[in-house]
């Protein structure tokens, strides 16, 4: 989409809606604006989250996949190189901050961190491509950055949840999950006090999980989108102002380089997260 065939309000609108789709009278109804697609109810489904989600995590499989398929135990080659790195990584993490024993929380940590990364990876392509790619094709919305969406960010926190309740529930037991919750941090009497602090305690986790990816990811993208507007700007001035082309250049790069550490650090903590909370899952209070 053209920034100078919009006004800035219109844009900025443009480039934050989702292409959602949902069942209305029996048929599939994709919406033009928030206004259709919050009408759609519930049940709507933001395709392009979804399909490039989808699409990154086949990518994740499958390069991963081809390393361990022709590891060698001679000269590693680049790929196997690089996946040995990110593997080496993971398991000092790991080793780190998981005190207990279970073999699935490496891979899960790995999966995390690789699909977290590919996922905020996207917020990288420039701001404008993505759309006038899809318009090509006849599609009017599409969002390539599944970490701006916090359905996707929902998504993955509530899944590390469930695992989090799932092993408090196996390791410690019903009883002693209701005992964590009851009895700590102050004495047995106070038993309320402690069951409200503990349960918004354990309600937090998935939220700030979800929030803090989205939010960091939301922020970048409409900074991203600021910028562009910058270029638009420049390109409907009359004399052409070469201030503001240069310094929508220089912010462009800057913010890019910035962002390649935001992408990263973002990932990383979100697999940190999950290790510790998995970790604090598997520990018995006395």
Known sequence: MASETLTSSEYIKHHLQNLTCGIQEGHVHCAHDAAEAKALGFWALNVDTFLVSLILGAVFLYFFHRAAK???????????????WIIEFIDTSVRGSFTAKNDMVAPLALTVFAWVFLMNLMDLIPIDFGPQFVEAMGVSHFKFVPSTDPN?????????FALVLYYSFKMKGAGGFFAELAFQPF???LLPVNLLLEGVNLIAKPISLALRLFGNMYAGEMIFI????????WATASLGNVTLFGSQILL???WGIFHILIVTLQAFIFMTLTIVYLDMAHQEHH
Do not use: D, R
């Not at 996707?152 to 590390?160: D, E, K, R």
């Open 152 to 160: 996707a960010t929902f998504g993955m926190s509530l899944s590390v």
């Open 252 to 254: 462009s790069l800057g």
């Open 70 to 84: 022709n590891a060698s135990a001679g000269i590693p080659g680049t790929l196997q190189n690089f996946v040995e």
């Open 187 to 189: 004495p047995k009497f």
């Open 226 to 233: 600021l910028i562009a507007l910058m270029g638009g700007a």
